[in-house]
């Protein structure tokens, strides 16, 4: 401070004699002030905490009890700010509350704002809405705590500072906000499914928080088909989930698994969404990703499955949300209805876009098998494994690979 005279070597010891002088007497001014002894003290001592933190290397004021009273004064405006809100907020408590159906529906839009990074909105659907601690939110992602815990505190910042509103979104404002919403369960039931990385091939506690997040949707915009879509496709691929690997936890493909382990009571229900998002007469891409897997699911063996039909609907996905992964899908169905060669042709048409992509390689792979390249299709399983952190898709690669 402008005005200190003392040095830094004896700071702490006039602290002492400040401390006795001055006080004993700013404790009773303050007591006589707030009528509050508890506070005054804690003001105090807070004030002293902030000297001994300052003084060392400012020196001491000139006044000492002046500035013990600034500080402590600046502190008891906090305190009582503080305490009204808290007051304010105990009488709502205190009275009647009501619960409102949309509350929860504006809780999922206001983590879900297109404002917010798409990995903060993750973290902020986890904590706020699923109940997940930061420990296992870190563990999902494969990131640090701290790391979470930043996301976490930049989100709420960053709803504070761009005043993102608690409501839900007004009507030129929804399909864009339920799109948000739709992408980021989307995100955490994939996570679930098939772990991007980590000793675990799949998360179970992530994809039912998929699936409860989804039917929460559901009952609360029923009359939104997209919503209908992605809880449909989130149950139909969670109704394979005992047959998915094998008892030593290796992947195994949907052409070998066991049909009979299959949840088809699930699949049923999840049939009976798409019947219902169908009658709302708009379709989209969580409709039609839903009618693929319904393809699959309701084929009563590998051979029955409806190869034209997937591919159809393949090209109708490609319309409404075109994308090179959508491309690769929709060849690996040519496979079946146009033959391999077919096939790998678009497969190396993508190669460009797809050089980083597991599954692209792996599907090349298969491709050049069926047309007898084994020494090709061995180079693309390679690239494909030295992609793939899953531990499930390592392994199955790894058999390939002998």
Not at 105 to 134: D, K, N, W, Y
Not at 376 to 391: F, G, M
Request: hydrophobic share 45%; aromatic share 6%; with cysteine.
């Amino acid at each position: 401070m402008s005005n200190c005279r003392d040095s830094a070597p004896s700071a702490l010891e006039a602290l002492a004699d400040v401390y006795r002088d001055e006080a004993a007497q700013l404790t009773a001014t303050l007591v006589r002030t707030l009528g509050d002894f508890e506070l005054a003290e804690e003001l105090v001592h807070d004030a002293v905490v902030v000297a001994m933190e300052r003084w060392p290397t400012e020196g001491i004021p000139r006044r000492p009890g002046a500035w013990l009273l600034t500080v402590a004064r600046r502190r008891g405006l906090d305190v009582v700010r503080r305490d009204a809100r808290y007051r304010a907020k105990l009488a709502l408590l205190e009275g009647p509350i009501r619960h409102e159906p949309d509350d929860r529906l504006r809780l999922i839009f206001t983590c879900c704002h297109p404002a917010l990074a798409r990995e903060a909105q993750v973290a902020l659907t986890l904590r706020t809405i699923c109940g997940f601690s930061i420990q296992e939110i870190a563990r999902a992602f494969l990131t640090s705590e701290a790391a979470i815990a930043q996301r976490l505190v930049r989100a709420r910042r960053k709803i504070s500072e761009a005043r993102i509103p608690y409501r839900l979104p007004e009507p030129d404002e929804v399909d864009e906000r339920l799109d948000e919403a739709l992408a980021v369960l989307y995100l955490v039931f994939n996570e679930g499914y098939l772990t991007s990385a980590g000793e675990q091939p799949q998360r179970r506690d992530l994809s039912a928080d998929a699936e409860w997040l989804a039917s929460l949707l559901s009952k609360l915009l029923p009359e939104e088909p997209e919503v209908l879509g992605l809880l449909a496709l989130i149950r139909l691929h969670r109704a394979r989930s005992e047959a998915r690997f094998d008892d030593r936890g290796r992947l195994v493909l949907l052409r070998d698994q066991d049909r009979s382990r299959w949840d088809h009571a699930a699949i049923s229900a999840a049939g009976q969404l798409l019947l219902r998002a169908g009658r709302l007469h708009r379709p989209g891409p969580y409709q039609v990703q839903a009618a693929i897997v319904a393809c699959h699911a309701e084929a009563p063996d590998w051979k029955s499955t409806d190869w034209p039909q997937i591919l159809a609907l393949y090209d109708a996905l490609s319309t409404l949300a075109p994308s090179p992964v959508v491309s690769l899908n929709r060849a690996i169905a040519m496979r079946y209805v146009y033959g391999p060669a077919a096939a790998l042709a678009e497969v190396d048409r993508l190669a460009p876009e797809l050089s980083r992509y597991r599954l692209a390689h792996a599907t090349r792979a298969e491709l050049l098998r069926d047309l007898g390249r084994p020494l090709e299709a061995r180079l693309a399983d390679e690239q494909a494994l030295a992609l793939t952190s899953n531990p499930a898709e390592r392994s199955l690669l790894e058999q390939r690979l002998g």
